[in-house]
């Protein structure tokens, strides 16, 4: 009837199985006298040898029954009969064999095969229903819940249909559970097998249960999974308006099942356990349950319809495929991850459908035999061609949908911000706008009108924007609630959204990219420095997505990046624009660093503390300052054998520059041999202006103040001088208040040699070979005292101002650097630039016992930490720590110090103890 050459031409999957069942369903055709001619009707034919070539069981069944060949051109029935048993088993089988027709012969895809499938089996469990409740002579108030795979329209060929029976009333329960045994016994008899373990209790609880007592135990007892099961719950048998009841009186705590503490750990949990139960050889050969399976899909899907469907009913769909649809719709999956999973999921079912259509056996498991892997190849339609054969295309489809399958649920079941929306109660994701400024004012909104504007003016509409807003702004409205100044939290965020918010990767950030959302609404309620860095470059704001983007740059690559940027441009200003954008860059790197690593929502290492934070900004403005000196140089017109160098001082000379810190510099040049001094002044007085020029030119960029003061003479001298000319000033006219200067100079830019002579020069001066004369500790005193007296602001408060204060960062600077001047000649350790590392020293020459050296230690690294904290605030410089208020508050926060009352108390008693250390050591 038909050869195996004939069977590969029409598309059969195993060409010899086709032929051979051809042969044999002859033969049978011929005993019991039914007409088989092919020959006029090539549709049959066609779908008679994708049959035959793709399932011997139902190769078997038609030459059994070779009548039940027209069900292959077939229409499909809504209803199987319910005579007998042996005729609804003929009957399921005749629609099976139109259901695999269609299939296997191209005419539908795999959502249609799913439905059709799922359709017949709701059939089954209807007549399966209707010949039981005949045997008892009654037809009890008894409904039939699909679950499971059937539930969601989602059948495979075989599988066990997953069930709930709901009676009524008590007085139903003795017919209802008799006939639900007997429609169990008639469907497994029939076609599959009816679980019905979902029920309350699973196997140990009753068959059947009344409306009351599932109420009862969905209330009380219900895990979690349990109600991830109810997502595909849909009345399919039995008494459908019972069904439908039931299932409106448990949506409300179906809906709210995600906001249980631990619900979502609880999905998370079944789904690694749901893993481990497979066994470890089949795990990657496992379509339904293993790693980038069936499983990782429907779990990343349920998971997020029980956390957004609460507020959203868009999503309330049971089957996976219109759920992902609606979850990309609404905005809660990317448009190419939605499209990605269902290209996954459509592959993987078809994948399931032609392993189990072979032989009508429920497997979900790859097979290994080259034979059958073969089979299954072409039963999915790849042949071979090219330079792959039809195994090895198949099986790089299988890994690259299972790969990314298993990247995207990674993505969605573990992403942050499922756990933070599910902490959202139900009724705060959808307010009237009434309620709305009652809920505001609850979570300390100053401004709820205000900000009720705002939040309209982010969710406004039905554009894509707007409903992935409305799905993170609860969240990010509940976190700025915990900061001092809620409104100023979501004012920043509306202007950073309405700069990027028509950018197709800024609210995907949010949405998707790990804790971004969290980070941001963080940094926005807690530090206007970093709002007005962002809003400055908003591109910025990928830098959240990943912890070890917030690590400081290593100074060397900085140094690179920003030479090369300069150099990209002919024109000064351009190029120290490119430079300063750079140095803005990587500002708010450190400062996100800072304040989310003090808050231990990041685990840097190291981790970012004060030491850390002046190592990582001294390493920026070291760079910013090679960068701009190579470009002042070219803007200058400098000869190339000028060697002229940059010498850090104050805080950036001993690696502890803080954000509102300003570049102390001197700076040093040696003419080339041959030139004029007054030339060469000239040439490297022009270095020097251009570069303070060029810094601090008007910009959206934070300028870098150049501070000079320090330099021999102070303002008076000359802004640059050679190291000839500093040799003999520093020989001449040195005073004590300059070699203590000393103590922080290194050189940060230019000429290396030039830096070390610089050096060598001043080593004697700032380390006194005798150390220092009474006269010269007096005068070291008196400065001190003369500078708390007038240097310390009019109406500041000295006992909390963290600079010039008491038991400040002054404090215990002056101290250390007065142990250096008096000890540096014969305590190597002291010849530092670093203010820990100087009084580690001195503690280690006993110079300073290790309880002051503690005590000095904390007084200075909490002041400066408070120095820092008060910048990222204000956005702006200051040293007082108020008393009170909501900047009090902000600096507790950005610090996790607790209470802010007692983290005042922990300051002044820290400063009052560093101060009476200081009053020994450095007054005697």
């Known amino acids: 009837m038909i050869s195996r050459r004939e069977a590969f031409a029409l598309g059969a999957a195993d060409p010899e199985l086709a032929a051979r069942q051809m042969d044999r369903l002859v033969e049978s055709a011929l005993r019991a006298g039914v007409e088989l001619d092919l020959s006029e009707n090539p549709l049959l034919r066609q779908r008679l040898v994708a049959v035959l070539g793709a399932s011997s069981t139902l190769g078997d069944h038609l030459v059994a029954n070779p009548a039940e060949i027209t069900a292959l051109v077939g229409s499909p029935v809504t209803e199987l009969p319910t005579t007998s048993v042996a005729h609804l088993r003929l009957a399921y089988l005749h629609e099976i064999l139109r259901i695999a027709a269609d299939d296997l012969a191209g005419g539908v895809d ?251 056996r429920r497997t979900h498991t790859v097979p290994t035999e080259p034979t059958a892997l073969r089979w299954l190849a072409h039963g999915l339609g790849y042949r071979a061609g090219g330079t792959r054969d039809a195994v090895e295309a198949f099986r790089a489809d299988w890994v690259a949908h299972a790969a990314e399958v298993r990247r995207l649920h990674a993505k969605l079941f573990y992403r942050p911000l499922l756990d933070a929306v599910a902490k959202v109660p139900s009724g705060d994701l959808t307010l009237s706008a009434d309620a709305a400024k009652d809920r505001l004012t609850t979570l300390g909104y100053a401004d709820p009108v205000g900000a009720l504007r705002h939040i309209e003016a982010l969710t406004g509409g039905v554009s894509r924007t707007a409903s992935i807003q409305r799905t993170l702004l609860p969240v990010m409205l509940d976190e700025w609630a915990d900061d001092p100044d809620p409104d100023a939290g979501l004012l920043a965020y509306r202007r950073v959204s309405e700069k990027l918010g028509t950018t197709p990767w800024y609210l995907r950030l949010l949405r998707d990219e790990g804790p971004v959302a969290l980070r941001l609404a963080r940094l926005l309620g807690t530090s206007r420095y970093v709002t007005d860095l962002l809003e400055r470059d908003p591109e910025a704001l990928r830098l959240l997505a990943q912890d070890a983007e917030l690590l400081p740059r290593p100074r060397q690559a900085l140094i690179d990046a920003m030479v090369h940027a300069a150099a990209r441009h002919t024109q000064p200003e351009q190029a120290i624009r490119a430079v300063r954008g750079l140095r803005r860059r990587e500002l708010f790197r450190i400062a996100c660093a800072d304040l989310l690593s003090a808050a231990g929502e990041i685990a840097l290492d190291p981790k970012v503390t004060l030491d850390g934070v002046g190592q990582a900004l001294s390493d920026v403005t070291d760079a910013t300052l090679t960068a701009g000196l190579a470009v002042a140089r070219l803007a200058a017109d400098a000869p190339e054998d000028l060697r002229f160098t940059i010498i850090g001082m104050g805080r950036l000379g001993g690696y502890e520059v803080s954000y509102p810190s300003d570049a102390d510099v001197m700076f040093v040049y040696d003419p080339p041999p041959g030139m004029p001094e007054d030339t060469a002044q000239g040439h490297a007085l022009a270095i020097a202006e251009h570069l303070r020029r060029l810094l601090s030119l008007p910009s959206s960029d934070p300028p870098l103040g150049i501070d000079a003061d320090l330099r021999p003479e102070g303002r008076q001298g000359p802004l640059v001088r050679s190291i000839s000319s500093h040799r003999r000033y520093y020989a001449t006219w040195s005073h004590t208040w300059e070699a203590q200067a000393l103590l922080r100079a290194r050189p940060v830019a230019g000429s290396v040699s030039l830096g070390e002579e610089f050096l060598e020069l001043v080593a004697e001066l700032r380390y006194p070979p005798k150390g220092l004369t009474r006269e010269q500790i007096i005068e070291i005193r008196r400065i001190k005292a003369r500078v708390e007296t007038e240097r310390l602001p009019r109406g500041a408060d000295p006992l909390t101002h963290t600079k010039l204060g008491r038991g400040g960062i002054a404090d215990v600077e002056w101290t250390v650097q007065l142990l250096q001047l008096r000890h540096g000649h014969r305590v190597p350790g002291l010849r530092t630039t670093r203010t820990l590392t100087a009084l580690a020293a001195a503690q280690d020459a006993g110079l300073v016992s290790p309880m002051d050296a503690a005590v000095l230690a904390a007084a200075w690294q909490l002041a400066g930490r408070v120095r820092n904290a008060l910048t990222l605030i204000r956005g702006r410089a200051g040293d007082q720590l108020p008393r009170h208020g909501p900047e009090l508050a902000g600096i507790a926060r950005v610090l996790a110090a607790g209470d802010p009352g007692e983290f005042l108390d922990d300051y002044l008693r820290g400063t009052r103890r560093a101060r009476a250390v200081v009053e020994r050591i450095f007054m005697g």
Not at 237 to 242: K, N, Q, R, S
Not at 264 to 275: F, G, L, N, T
Not at 288 to 317: C, N, S
Not at 341 to 354: I, K, M, P, S, T
């Open 110 to 360: 795999v959502e249609r095969t799913m439905t059709a499938l799922t359709r017949l089996a709701d059939a089954t469990l209807r007549a399966g229903f209707e010949i039981a409740a005949a045997r008892v002579g009654r037809r009890p108030k008894l409904a039939v819940i699909a679950m499971g795979k059937c539930g969601g329209g989602e059948l495979n060929y075989v599988s066990d249909v997953d069930v709930i029976f709901v009676a009524e009333e008590d007085a139903d329960l003795g017919a209802a559970t008799t006939v639900a045994a007997g429609m169990m016994e008639i469907c497994g008899q029939v076609a599959w097998p009816v679980d019905a373990n979902l029920r309350p209790e699973g196997s140990q609880g009753p068959l059947v249960r009344t409306m009351a007592s599932h109420r009862a135990y969905y209330h009380r007892w219900a895990k979690t999974w349990e109600f991830q099961a109810l997502l595909k719950a849909r009345p399919a048998a039995g008494d459908i308006e019972l069904g439908e009841r039931w299932l409106a009186d448990l949506e409300p705590l179906i809906w709210t099942a995600a906001e249980r503490p631990e619900a979502v750990d609880e999905i998370r949990h079944m789904r690694r356990r749901i893993i481990a139960q497979v066994a470890a050889g089949e795990r990657d050969r496992e379509i339904k349950r293993g790693p980038g399976g069936l499983r990782d899909i429907e779990f990343a899907v349920q998971l997020l319809q029980l956390v957004h469907g609460r507020g959203d009913t868009t999503l309330r769909h049971t089957g996976t495929l219109p759920a992902l649809h609606a979850l990309v719709t609404g905005g809660y999956i990317g448009r190419r991850d939605g499209e990605a999973l269902a290209l996954g999921y459509r592959f993987l079912r078809q994948v399931e459908h032609r392993l189990q259509v072979q032989r009508l």
